[in-house]
């Protein structure tokens, strides 16, 4: 929010040496964030001239110049050269004389050009920042001015003003306008503050009738529980806006349109209420709001027809649709330079809503902001007739009793404050005055009694809902600072959990062995979400997506690794070794809504158990991404490209490190490359996948065929980590090895084989490795020849190799048993 500051010390007392960084330090102590500060970068002398003649100039290049002679004093007329023509003898306009300096540090100086030497400038509109017109040079009968030649032009168009701007947090609706930052620095300097609303009179309405329709509230709300009209007359939509008004609305960031428009939006930015001025002689009969019908078809003031969708507030004639309420008016109302009568428009609407509208259509405006985040529903008639007083100064226009006003708002809750509450919770004992005080300072009734302060919340601050909200607001007017600093003692005996341990040392493993670890958003389109689709379990959309296509949580993070090394290739980034720990989402377990209770009531124990079952399940999962060259290019030695066996050893790695047995077996997972992938399992349980991605999916991404990939849940791995490790015993007897190659079908996993080895060769075995998968030669097209290396060790001797044959042997006749093994010839 931008707040003129000339415009701020109509409402509350500025000292004379403010300045809009001084305003932003008082915001800070209030909780508003500093953004940074405006003004027109314009040094004078910029006065007043009149144009006393001129001589038009054609030149060799074809353009057409013209040597004036502008009185800018008394007995002072300066030679300059212009090359506009839009401007005739007898004209006023504002000349920049030498010395000056324009905005982007443009100085200006008497220089030669086309053979004369010009004393100076004659500006526009845009060279002085007051709008982005650049069609010529400023005329100030344009914009309804007429001064004293000589006069100081940055004083008469109010171009010496400047601004301070401030982040509004979500809860603070109210200070998207004039009235609620001149209400937080009251707060921050005990300034005086005068609400502009006090200085607003209402007039009673009555005979234009409005159709509210809120027979399709969505949650439970009505779309629009206030909804004020007034019809203003003999209206001169043509009348320039004046320059102070211009010269603020330039820096609260809008731009000038026109004078029906500026004042709608200047209203607006004062008192926070959005305004829409309708062309009356374009309404059709059956005015009122209600939600879109889904066939129904809206073209916009921004000249694009849209699709409407059922949830959709638009306001209506019998024409049909003719504005999406609280986002954009209809192009079919519009009011134009030949625009005399006005309907002027107020109102209050659901702000989800207006936001689920504004997001779909991909229409954010200032309106909409103010909508989603909270309107003040008393003040709607107070903006509508601060319009209409305005439109009367400066549009010649005739106010009149036709109108009407429709209100079915809600009044604020009453929370009650246990008087000891405030202290408990900030660990400051505020004097019980101090918190009344302070509580009907931000506009609460307050009622106090030996126990507490009955409160009741002003109609522009929706977010104080609950005891606690009052109390933030208890701390935040009389200081954060008064909030002792103390350090809580960590309770003996605890620490880290389990799994907080082993999920530091799973990062610190991966960080050491040279992966970087990256954070993506969570939100996936639904064609990302497909990618590796293997859990079994339903995504969960989004019920208010930021963009409407990117509306579903992740089932898998490794859509997310995807898009972060397209990202990092395109700027070069090749060879790429990234992982990331983070939630998933699955489906809940039940889908039944449940309704909760009041803020101020405690849900059963049956609600809370509904609750938990609804939310989605989240594990834990660990997601890596190689691209590129595992080792480059050295002297005397070729790069190595990563690939599905850097992802299979790596979850071997991460077994071993946490004592946790994982078995690899070959698959086909969904978004994975046929033959170069596999799951892992512990127990019989799946617990991730690992390989190279497909190759089309690889070029759908814009990356290299070799992509290798890591998907584990590490919930299910860390559950499985053993409390205790016991070291494996050190035996001095030398070892006995073995190698058994065996002939089987083709479509049997390796790991089912090395397990049944394990199992079978007996306790003399050490350790068995798989050395090699023979495919080809002369065996046949369903057969391969897998080679295992098997060590052998005793205790208490020294095997012979008869004991390790025999041990063999017996893994032979069980993989026969089993799998139809035989030993290969």
């Known amino acids: 929010m931008r707040v ?65 002679q502008v009185l800018v004093g008394k007995d002072d007329v300066r030679g300059i050269v212009c090359g506009a023509r839009n401007f005739e003898v007898g004209d006023k306009v504002v000349v920049t004389l030498p010395g000056a300096v324009l905005p982007g540090d443009f100085k200006i100086a008497a ?87 006090s200085r607003v009179i209402p007039v009673e309405t009555s005979g234009f009738e ?62 926070g ?48 649709p003719i ?21 002027i428009e107020a109102a209050n609407f659901d702000g989800v809503s207006i936001s689920r509208t504004a997001r779909r259509h991909k229409l954010p405006s200032e309106a909409a902001k103010r909508f989603e985040r909270g309107v003040d529903p008393k003040v709607a008639e107070f903006a509508a007739a601060r319009v209409v007083a305005l439109l009367e100064e400066f549009a010649s226009g005739a106010a009149e009793s036709l109108g009407s006003i429709f209100d079915e708002s809600i009044e604020p809750a009453s929370i ?35 126990d507490g302060f009955e409160v009741v919340p002003p109609s522009w601050r929706p977010d104080l ?74 995504s969960v959309k989004l019920a208010n997506p930021m963009q409407e296509e990117v509306n579903q949580l992740r089932l898998s993070l490794l859509p997310g690794l995807l898009e972060a090394a397209k990202r990092n290739l395109s700027r070069t980034l ?80 991460l077994g071993q490190m946490l004592s946790v047995d994982i078995v690899i077996e070959q698959s086909e997972p969904r978004g994975f490359h046929p033959g170069r992938s596999a799951v892992l399992k512990v127990k019989d349980q799946v617990i991730g996948f690992a390989g190279e991605i497909h190759p089309e999916l690889a070029r759908l991404n814009d990356l290299p065929r070799q992509v290798a990939v890591l998907e584990i849940n590490l919930d299910v791995l860390f559950e499985n980590v053993p409390e205790t490790v016991v070291a494996a015993d050190i035996y001095t007897y030398p070892a006995a090895t073995q190698d058994l190659s065996m002939v089987l079908d083709i479509a049997i996993p390796a790991a089912q084989v090395l397990a049944a080895i394990k199992e079978s060769a007996g306790e003399l075995l050490e350790e068995v490795v798989l050395v090699d998968d023979f495919r080809g030669g002369n065996l046949e097209n369903n057969q391969k020849s897998l080679t295992f290396a098997l060590r052998f060790r005793a205790a208490d001797r020294t095997l012979t190799q008869s004991e390790a044959s025999q041990a063999r042997d017996q893994a032979v006749a069980e993989a026969n048993r089993r799998f139809g093994a035989t030993l290969r010839a």
């Not at 003003?161 to 009235?179: K, L, M, Q």
């Not at 109302?333 to 005399?340: D, F, G, I, N, R």
């Open 416 to 450: 009650f404050l246990p008087a000891e509450f405030a202290a408990s919770l900030t660990g400051v004992n505020y004097a019980a005055e101090d918190i009344q005080v302070t509580l009907v300072k931000i506009g609460c009734q307050v009622k106090s009694s030996s």
């Open 465 to 538: 809902t609950h005891k606690t909200d009052l109390v933030e607001e208890i701390a935040r007017i009389l200081g954060y600072d008064e909030i002792p600093s103390r350090l809580p003692v960590a309770p003996p005996g605890r620490g880290l959990t389990k799994k907080q341990k082993l999920r530091r040392l799973v990062a610190n493993y991966l960080a050491s062995s040279g992966q970087v670890e990256v954070l993506n958003y969570p939100f996936l389109t639904k064609e990302q979400n497909e990618y590796f689709s293997n859990s079994g379990s339903a």
């Open 273 to 320: 209420q959005p305004i829409h001025a309708y062309d009356y002689s374009k309404l059709q009969s059956g005015f009122g709001v209600r939600r879109a019908k889904a066939s129904e078809i809206l073209e916009t003031l921004d000249g694009n027809e849209r699709k409407l969708h059922p949830e959709d507030l638009v306001i209506v004639d019998s024409s049909g």
């Open 111 to 197: 220089r030669s050009t086309y053979g004369h030497t010009s004393d100076g400038m004659i500006a526009s509109a845009r060279e002085l920042g007051i709008s982005d017109d650049h069609e010529g040079i400023l005329r100030l009968k344009s914009i309804g001015l007429d001064p004293e030649v000589g006069t100081d032009a940055l004083e008469l168009l109010h171009l010496g003003d400047s601004a301070a701007e401030v982040n509004v947090t979500p809860d603070r609706g109210y200070c998207f306008s004039i009235r609620g930052i001149a209400r937080e620095y009251s707060h921050a300097t005990g300034a005086s503050f005068t609400d502009p609303v």
């Open 4 to 68: 003129p500051l000339s415009w701020l010390g109509e409402y509350v007392s500025l000292p004379s040496t403010v300045t809009a960084e001084s305003v932003m330090a008082e915001l800070v102590k209030v909780g508003l964030e500093e953004e940074g500060s405006h003004s027109y970068n314009l040094n004078g002398p910029i006065v007043v001239g009149e144009v006393l003649e001129f001589v038009e100039e054609p030149q060799t290049n074809g353009k057409t110049v013209r040597w004036c």
């Open 323 to 343: 504005g999406l309420a609280g986002v954009m008016g209809g192009a079919s109302t519009e009011v134009s330079a030949q625009t005399t009568d006005l309907l």
């Open 574 to 653: 090749v060879d790429l070794s990234i992982y990331e720990m983070g939630l998933v989402f699955q489906a809940p377990v039940s889908a039944d809504r449940v309704n909760l209770p009041s803020g101020t009531e405690k849900p059963s124990d049956s609600d809370l158990a509904k609750l938990q079952a609804s939310v989605p399940i989240q594990p834990l999962m660990l997601g890596v991404l190689f691209v590129g060259d595992r080792v480059g290019q050295q002297v005397g030695r070729k790069s190595i490209r990563a690939s599905y066996a850097d992802a299979i050893s790596l979850a071997r790695n």
């Open 210 to 271: 409005v159709q509210v329709d809120n027979s399709e509230p969505i949650r439970g709300v009505p779309g629009v529980t206030k909804f004020v009209t007034r019809v203003v007359r003999g209206v001169d939509a043509s009348a320039p806006t004046p320059a102070w008004m211009m010269s603020r609305l330039k820096l609260a960031g809008m731009r000038s349109i026109s004078v029906v428009v500026d004042i709608t939006n200047y209203v607006m930015l004062e008192l």
